[in-house]
């Protein structure tokens, strides 16, 4: 294990890009058919948990603001997200997401710190110093990087990267291709 993440016990995952394929540009995933697991993403979120990590994810969901889906659509996704998991044995401890558009009025849009700070508070334990964000675009990144936060930048498909991924390479403090190779590499 990199001596670096030796201390990491929360690892915050984006959804989209990361667990799931990402969309094309100016689409949305709102319902499970929709939604692909990235390969080996099963085997990396139930090794991170066998090793006594707590994952949490944490995305960016602003269809909702858009008027694409619900809440509730976004809540059945994550249920049934779960219920796949499950059958690999595994799960997520955690689910935050933001449902606002760009510019919105809210603090929990990434890279805002509104997210990061509801799990902090609700895993009593959980501090900017022992956890580690993973994610594909610029906004984990940075959202990381303004809590003093730990992070993984996964490249991805280079169809689907949204604008900012050379400076996210730049500010990440690894960079990976899938969330697989991050935890195989840099935490186990």
Same mark, same amino acid.
């Given at each position: 294990?990199?001596?670096?993440? +030796?201390?990491?016990?929360?690892?915050f !995952?984006?959804?989209d890009?990361?667990?799931?394929?990402?969309?094309?540009?100016?689409?949305?995933?709102?319902?499970?058919?929709?939604?692909?697991? &990235?390969?080996?993403?099963?085997? =990396?979120?139930?090794?991170?948990?066998?090793?006594?990590?707590?994952?949490?994810?944490?995305?960016?969901?602003?269809?909702?603001? %858009?008027?694409?889906?619900?809440?509730?659509? &976004?809540?059945?996704?994550?249920?049934?997200?779960?219920?796949? %998991? =499950?059958?690999?044995?595994?799960?997520?401890?955690?689910?935050?997401?933001?449902?606002?558009?760009?510019?919105?009025?809210?603090?929990?849009?990434?890279? +805002?710190?509104g997210l990061?700070?509801?799990?902090?508070?609700?895993?009593?334990?959980?501090?900017?110093?022992?956890? !580690?964000?993973?994610?594909?675009?610029?906004?984990?990144?940075?959202g990381?990087c303004? %809590?003093?936060?730990?992070?993984?930048?996964?490249?991805?498909?280079?169809?689907?990267?949204?604008?900012?991924?050379?400076? =996210? &390479?730049?500010? =990440?403090?690894r960079?990976?291709?899938?969330? !697989?190779?991050?935890?195989d590499?840099? %935490? !186990?």
């Amino acid at each position: 294990m990199t001596p670096y993440f +030796k201390d990491v016990r929360y690892v915050f !995952l984006d959804r989209d890009g990361v667990i799931g394929r990402k969309p094309p540009e100016g689409e949305y995933i709102s319902q499970w058919k929709s939604f692909h697991i &990235v390969p080996g993403a099963e085997t =990396a979120i139930s090794s991170l948990r066998r090793s006594g990590r707590r994952v949490i994810v944490v995305t960016n969901q602003r269809g909702v603001a %858009l008027g694409r889906y619900s809440c509730e659509e &976004v809540e059945e996704l994550h249920s049934r997200l779960q219920h796949h %998991l =499950a059958d690999h044995g595994t799960r997520i401890d955690a689910f935050y997401y933001c449902p606002h558009d760009n510019g919105g009025n809210c603090d929990c849009r990434k890279p +805002k710190p509104g997210l990061f700070q509801r799990a902090f508070r609700d895993f009593h334990d959980a501090t900017p110093e022992n956890s !580690l964000m993973i994610g594909d675009s610029i906004s984990d990144i940075e959202g990381a990087c303004n %809590l003093g936060m730990a992070s993984i930048f996964i490249r991805g498909d280079d169809k689907t990267q949204k604008p900012g991924s050379e400076r =996210a &390479v730049l500010l =990440a403090d690894r960079v990976c291709d899938s969330l !697989l190779q991050a935890v195989d590499q840099y %935490l !186990l």
